[in-house]
């Protein structure tokens, strides 16, 4: 088969290969963040670069005064779905007020739930995001709870009603990539909701191990507005999750402890 006929048939499968989070649907499985960019346009342009439709946004850094630059300037609501974000709150109370007013101020119910409990790690606090999970779960939000590698809080979080589990592949900003592959896979077989690795994503190939390993998607933010490129690590992290997925669905080789011949040993000339 022709080379442009192979890349033809693998965006097709892209293209058809969508996720669920809660009544949204959608294709992409990078998710990106808007801190720490030079500036708005580089923000921009590698948000576009990342082909990725969900963007987050911390709701405590956001200006809704209109009086100057604010990082939703960076996002095409046209092209992206904004996903407000709960970062910097420490207790249930704080985020679901958060929530609220972001509701409040048109930005939907869709939100992605953070409650730290560490300041120096910036580790979440699992009962607390279980607990304010729960609320806003009732109140008629859309949940993406980011939380610890723990198979436990997943399940806990799920039973609360959260649309995704977030879990970390290492602490926020780290650059470490997937710390612990056996934890993310438990997870993935213990909860029905979608897992979307969050945090600790520091170059392409962590990306593409998490979706390897199954995991419906990444988000990440410094790891792209960290490089020293950051339009094209963009690129590079889109291509990586593409890679990932598509690597996940063909299903890798066995592991083997040793050496097995590619080509067959009967029949070989003397």
């Not at 708005?40 to 200006?63: F, K, M």
């Not at 390993?213 to 690129?235: E, K």
Request: charged share 25%; hydrophobic share 50%.
């Amino acid at each position: 088969m022709p080379a442009e006929l192979d890349v033809m048939a693998a965006t097709r499968v892209d293209d058809d290969d969508t996720w669920q989070v809660g009544p949204h649907t959608f294709r992409s499985r990078l998710l990106v963040g808007t801190g720490r960019y030079a500036d708005i346009a580089q923000a921009r342009r590698a948000i576009a670069e990342s082909g990725a439709e969900l963007v987050t946004v911390a709701l405590r850094r956001v200006d809704l005064s209109g009086q100057g630059p604010s990082v939703l300037d960076a996002i095409d609501l046209d092209r992206h779905t904004l996903l407000p974000n709960t970062a910097g709150c420490y207790t249930a109370e704080d985020a679901v007020r958060t929530a609220r007013l972001a509701r409040e101020a048109g930005m939907g119910d869709l939100l992605k739930l953070e409650v730290i409990g560490c300041a120096k790690t910036l580790y979440p606090d699992n009962e607390e995001t279980v607990r304010a999970a729960a609320m806003l779960a009732e109140e008629g939000f859309v949940v993406m709870a980011y939380c610890g590698d723990d198979v436990v809080v997943c399940r806990r979080l799920e039973d609360a009603g959260v649309a995704a589990v977030m879990p970390l592949a290492a602490p926020i900003g780290s650059g470490l990539g997937v710390r612990n592959p056996h934890n993310l896979r438990l997870i993935l077989e213990e909860v029905a909701v979608p897992v979307v690795v969050d945090a600790g994503i520091g170059t392409a190939s962590d990306a593409a191990v998490a979706l390897e390993l199954g995991c419906a998607a990444v988000l990440m933010n410094s790891a792209i507005a960290a490089a020293d490129d950051p339009v094209a690590m963009a690129r590079a992290m889109r291509l990586a999750t593409s890679a990932g997925r598509l690597a996940f669905r063909a299903g890798r080789m066995p592991r083997k402890l040793y050496a097995t011949a590619s080509s067959p040993l009967d029949g070989l000339i003397a």
